[in-house]
């Protein structure tokens, strides 16, 4: 009866510890979702007026991009922290700077008002959203992969990658409501309302997290006194490779996101003449199916592994790519839907919900935070940061969206040979650290080996 309770107890804390992170990452991509919509439709207006168009929006996806350029800052600032005092105290402090920064954005006065101190501070917010951001992903991972069983770690870690899906249906319901105002009244203070809720949700998210415990693994780290003193160093040193791998590992998948959250919804605008409301809707129904499929995907890794999952994911993503630009490129309104739905919901997310775990596996507990938080955030630099640009640039360069995707489809079979690579590293070192807690091994602990 005591076990029984205990076990009950134990699986409603795990619960607990998930729904925690969850809500971090929802608030986090909620503050990028909505920035990110600004950045087509508001700011090259209302920040960077001067010159042609083309210029305009170069410039503020310039700024969209300093977001994710950023982010390897706060990978390595707050994963050396995370890994050396704890991943709540860490998980607590982005919270408040993301929400903090995204507020502020909604009270910036614009280029009309003060001139260039308009841009200026605007790039500035965004850099420390972008620092935020880089501490808070791999935190919020962690702390509900080390809370679960070894048995559920998919499933459970898949739970915060529910939060990108959460934020972004958020960002883009906030969004779309006020693009229902008149168009002036949305120019001059419309904009600013889903900006201004950050700093309600902030403080919803802070109550959640304060009331949380810390991760047990890192408690076994800091009782064993296994801490490193430079966690990078011992990451760049000794765990390069699995850094690179879990990089390209979510090369594809960045890349495929930050296009059809923001790049098609203005190319759907601009030249096939698709309202933006149709496409923030498209989106929003997207990321409703997504939630499911994406604790699905997690759940399936801890039933039949990693291996199956990690191949037909990446293609899957590849088909959903060229089926979500052509509907995009029929203009029609129902074709849209369809092709967000099933392209993104569907095709694109199906091994979504499996990849934090890998990534977290495959790196020690006392350098995890560090290495893989600085591999996603790698990542993102190179196919969330700069693929925006890539593909305003492709498509005035060639004129045909097509190359837009066949960009992010190669991008996505870069991730499927750095997921199946991954699968293996994550393998030996679960069977290193098995070994290593067997009674009859003389082996170090599991909580200072390699990941090799």
Not at 377 to 396: F, H, R
Request: with cysteine; aromatic share 10%.
């Amino acid at each position: 009866m005591n076990q029984t309770i205990g076990r009950r107890s134990d699986s409603a804390k795990v619960r607990k510890i998930a729904a925690a992170s969850m809500a971090g990452t929802a608030l986090e991509y909620y503050d990028f979702s909505i920035y990110g919509l600004a950045a087509v439709l508001i700011f090259p207006q209302l920040f960077f007026p001067e010159g042609d168009s083309l210029i305009g929006v170069l410039a503020s996806l310039g700024t969209l991009a300093v977001g994710y350029l950023s982010r390897p800052i706060g990978a390595i600032a707050f994963g050396h922290f995370g890994d050396k005092f704890g991943r709540k105290p860490v998980l607590v402090l982005t919270l408040v700077i993301m929400g903090v920064a995204s507020t502020t954005i909604g009270l910036l006065p614009t280029y009309a008002s003060i001139g260039i101190w308009a841009p200026a501070l605007l790039v500035t917010l965004r850099l420390l959203q972008g620092i935020a951001f880089g501490g808070e992903w791999g935190g919020a991972i962690l702390m509900a992969f080390e809370y679960a069983k070894p048995t559920q770690r998919g499933f459970f870690a898949s739970v915060p990658q529910v939060g990108p899906s959460i934020g972004t249906l958020a960002g883009n319901a906030a969004f779309l409501s006020v693009t229902l105002l008149p168009a002036d009244q949305f120019m001059t203070w419309g904009w600013r309302v889903p900006f201004l809720l950050s700093a309600l949700l902030v403080v919803l998210g802070l109550i959640v997290r304060l009331k949380i415990a810390e991760s047990p693994e890192f408690e076994a780290v800091k009782n064993e006194g296994a801490e490193q003193k430079l966690p990078i160093r011992t990451v760049l040193g000794s765990h390069l490779k699995p850094v690179l791998l879990v990089c390209g590992g979510f090369l594809g998948y960045g890349a495929f996101s930050v296009v059809a959250l923001t790049f098609l919804v203005g190319y759907a605008r601009n030249q096939q003449g698709v309202s933006s409301t149709i496409t923030l809707i498209a989106i929003l129904a997207t990321c409703v199916i997504q939630i499911p499929v994406i604790l699905l995907s997690g759940q399936l890794s801890d039933r039949y592994g990693r291996r199956a999952l990690m191949t037909f994911g990446p293609l899957g993503g590849v088909a959903g790519v060229f089926l979500l630009f052509w509907t995009v490129n029929t203009g029609n309104t129902l074709w849209v839907l369809f092709g967000y739905v099933v392209g993104m919901g569907i095709l694109f997310t199906s091994a979504y919900g499996a990849q934090p775990a890998l990534f977290a596996d495959s790196f020690d507990p006392s350098i995890r935070y560090t290495g893989m938080s600085l591999g996603v955030q790698l990542s993102n630099v190179i196919g969330s940061g700069l693929m925006p640009l890539a593909a305003t640039l492709l498509l005035n360069g060639t004129g045909n969206v097509y190359s837009v995707a066949g960009a992010i489809a190669a991008a996505l079979l870069v991730s499927m040979c750095c997921l199946l690579a991954l699968v293996r590293t994550a393998g030996r070192l679960q069977l290193v650290d098995r070994r290593a807690s067997s009674p009859a091994s003389a082996g170090p602990s599991p909580l200072t080996t390699s990941a090799g």
